[in-house]
């Protein structure tokens, strides 16, 4: 195998041949002109082999060889949340850059440990939170700075999607399954983008499957430090739904596909009025690529560094959104799915 390499392309592992990995990212990263995908590690060979066929690279049997090879800068994570931090950890004490799937971590205090661990051994560790990198959301933010709606007073998130196959992960309560740590971790962060990281939970309710053991939908209320209010929904029960409306004082603005845009999708921007109503159109970009390319990027500027000169901008966000999750489980009032509490 080739020694580390601090002038070609990040050449890049995948530890585990997961659906989102086969759907979004590994096509992804093959659109990033400085990044190759080296090997593809699951613990069942013929997924192994099928991913290596379909992106030209190596089948990996099991992730501790993965773990081993010295042809690899950085690795992919997506293997079930509950073992997040365990592979994570022993990726960043193998000296390799991380970009994990989210939840990075299931709790606050693995994911602080995770991020403390990056940034002392010099490394880039970022979470897969694909949509934050679609310009939309900057733009929707430009024109709330303008005064396009007034003043904000309001945000209405939902992330909302039909029913999984019941062989899914998400339903393993074991491995870390539910509704908040998946479509619920998107409106959570959505927030964060345009109030900031200073939100408190202030009332939360999530359903349970109570065969599973898992939550499947959920809806909470934050309030922001300076007073503005959130309403967050979600879940796998539901028709699709993936959308945000910013209330302000003389207007509002909705998006709509605003999570999962396919790549080709020019997103639309509503804006009403009192006394008028305008459609903006955004052009069309592919977020995943976006992501990992950002990955990647920070990548390459720590062989000049030495350390990871983002670590600070995503850190405190990062821990944010895990403590933010962990509060509306530990608050929520719990209900039946299906039935009464």
Same mark, same amino acid.
């Given at each position: 195998m080739d020694s580390p390499d601090q002038s070609g392309p990040v050449r890049i592992g995948v530890l585990g041949a997961s659906s989102i990995a086969w759907r979004r990212t590994l096509t992804a990263l093959q659109e990033v002109p400085d990044s190759t995908v080296v090997a593809v590690a699951s613990r069942e060979r013929d997924k192994a082999e099928r991913f290596a066929a379909r992106f030209g690279c190596a089948a990996v049997h099991g992730y501790e060889e993965l773990l081993e090879r010295d042809d690899i800068d950085a690795v992919y994570v997506s293997v079930p949340n509950s073992l997040h931090h365990q592979w994570v950890h022993r990726l960043l004490m193998s000296d390799k850059h991380v970009l994990a799937e989210k939840p990075l971590t299931i709790r606050p205090a693995d994911t602080a440990a995770l991020i403390g661990l990056a940034?002392?051994?010099?490394?880039?560790?970022?979470?897969? #939170?694909a949509f934050i990198h679609h310009g939309l959301h900057r733009?929707?933010?430009?024109?709330?700075?303008?005064?396009? #709606?007034?003043?904000?007073?309001?945000?209405?998130?939902?992330?909302?999607?039909?029913? +999984?196959?019941?062989?899914?992960?998400?339903?393993?309560?074991?491995?870390?399954?539910?509704?908040?740590?998946?479509?619920?971790l998107y409106p959570v962060r959505l927030a964060q983008y345009f109030l900031g990281d200073e939100l408190t939970v202030v009332g939360a309710v999530l359903r349970e499957d109570p065969v599973a053991g898992v939550d499947v939908a959920g809806s909470a209320v934050l309030v922001a430090a300076t007073g503005e209010t959130v309403t967050l929904n979600f879940g796998f029960e539901h028709s699709y739904g993936a959308h945000y409306t910013l209330w302000g004082s003389t207007g509002r603005l909705s998006v709509d596909r605003a999570f999962?845009?396919?790549?080709?999708?020019?997103? +639309?921007i509503r804006i009403d009025e009192q006394d008028h109503a305008e459609e903006i159109t955004f052009p069309a970009e592919h977020q995943f690529a976006k992501s990992a390319a950002s990955f990647v990027e920070a990548v390459l500027r720590s062989r000049s560094t030495g350390s990871d000169p983002g670590?600070?901008?995503?850190?405190?966000?990062?821990?944010?959104?895990?403590? +933010? +999750?962990?509060? #509306?489980?530990?608050?929520?009032?719990?209900v039946t799915a299906g039935g009464q509490a």
């Open positions: 940034a002392d051994r010099g490394l880039v560790l970022r979470e897969n #939170i733009r929707v933010a430009e024109l709330v700075g303008a005064g396009r #709606i007034g003043h904000l007073r309001h945000i209405d998130a939902a992330f909302c999607f039909p029913p +999984l196959p019941e062989t899914d992960v998400r339903y393993r309560a074991d491995l870390g399954g539910g509704a908040l740590l998946d479509a619920g999962t845009p396919p790549a080709t999708m020019a997103p +639309l670590h600070d901008d995503w850190a405190t966000t990062a821990l944010r959104t895990a403590e +933010l +999750l962990d509060r #509306i489980s530990a608050s929520a009032h719990r």
